[in-house]
């Protein structure tokens, strides 16, 4: 058998060779490039079987590499790799036939182990010529920040699942963004112009919630004047999103389970039943398997539910994307009146970054709310922030002496997040595993922050030391 051909396509020479080292190692036949235009040149020669390309190159991108293999040879695995991870680059990527999209930097064992996925699919496109990636159509809700691997997972997941009718069942603590996320898979889905249909099965009584989500006849009960249609029929076509669905009580638990099986509701009172094609969308933040174990809830609706079930890390699990996050509600708050605030200082973010977030990307962004409401200047100082979370940081500051802070008030964010790292490899006289412990995050992440704010690691250790 001839060995796989993999050809790869990044203009980064360093990370090129790397790539195709790696691969080389491997067994594979690989062959490097450094543009688009000569990796699709290399493909109308003869058979490749897999393709990884950077997305951002030179005159032709890895978007570009990846439509023109899809049309050229649709049997050919394409992922993409990026320095920089979003929702809409997943669901772009994805969209356009990507088989699977990696965000940079990634370690040898996970590539290797892709190539070895993408050639499992690449077998398996071959055998099934009728296989057609579902397509995926980028959102216009309000945008997801994050792009740390764990969020990468869940877009990845979004992506893949939107377009289906599948149930979900998104978990995840309190304000990890799971209604979010629940409006992303309907926006990117063929239902999108169809109605999404919130419902707080935690909010109404039992048969006040029945009644609201299955409708009513006339003279139902007391108080029902007149006919009305459920919450089930008003999404009718599109998607309902039953958030809290571990508060739902036991008599609507099989009313649900019901519909669900039978695609039809019954409306109280009713005795005749109405067909509906709806979309289900379930969300939680409390552990729905214990409560099965517990008998508070029914095990044939979870396994119902949980058709495809997404788990939403919680903030402290990806603190890499604090800053981005920060970023992002100081923007939304700069939209409305009051002096702009621009940035934060570096100790500001310091506590932002250390601090554990029980209430995850709500608490973030009420703080930043309330920061932004108090702060007398251009840049938040850790003064403005809320007393507790001031407070906790402070407990385990120990680690880092007060250094001259980035005073400038014309600097960016990122340029604060810049001297932040410069001053904590110093504190850390240039230790990367104390620098990413103070930061409150991996040493990967370390390095893919280093990465996104331009700055050579290793130039700034040796920066650092002569110091
Ligand atoms: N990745 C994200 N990017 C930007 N904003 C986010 C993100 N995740 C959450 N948010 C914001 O945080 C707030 C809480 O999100 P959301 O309501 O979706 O959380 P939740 O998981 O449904 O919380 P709960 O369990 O308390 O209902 C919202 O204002 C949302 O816009
Ligand atoms: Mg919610």
Known sequence: MHPATILVADDDAVARALLAEALKKEGYAVEAFASGEETIARGCQGHVDVVLTDIRMGAVDGLTVLRKFKQMSPNTVVVVLTAFGSLEGAVEAIKQGAYDYLAKPFRKDEIKLVVKRSLDHCRLLRENAQFRHALQRTSDCSPLVGSSPAMLEVYKLVARVAESKSTVLLQGESGTGKELIARAIHANGLRRAKPFVPVNCGALPDSLLESEMFGYEKGAFTGAVRTKAGLFEAANGGSLFLDEIGELGAAVQVKLLRVMQDQEVRRVGGTGS??????????????????????????????????????????????????????HFLQKCARGEGPTVRGVLPETMGVLTRYRWPGNVRELENAIEQAVSLSPGPLLTPDDLPEAIRHAAVEDREGIRRSDPASDATLTLEEVEKRHL??????????????????????????RMAERLGLNLEDAIEGVKND
């Open 422 to 447: 410069v001053l904590v490899l110093k504190e850390t006289k240039g230790n990367k595993v104390k620098a990413a412990k103070i930061l409150g995050i991996d040493r990967r992440t370390l390095y």
């Open 274 to 327: 109405i067909k509906v094609d709806v979309r289900i969308i379930a969300a939680t933040n409390r552990d729905l398997k214990r409560l099965v174990t517990e008998g508070k809830f029914r095990n044939d609706l979870f396994y119902r539910l949980q058709v495809v079930p997404i788990t939403l890390p919680s903030l402290v699990e990806r603190r890499e994307d604090i800053p981005m996050l920060v970023h």
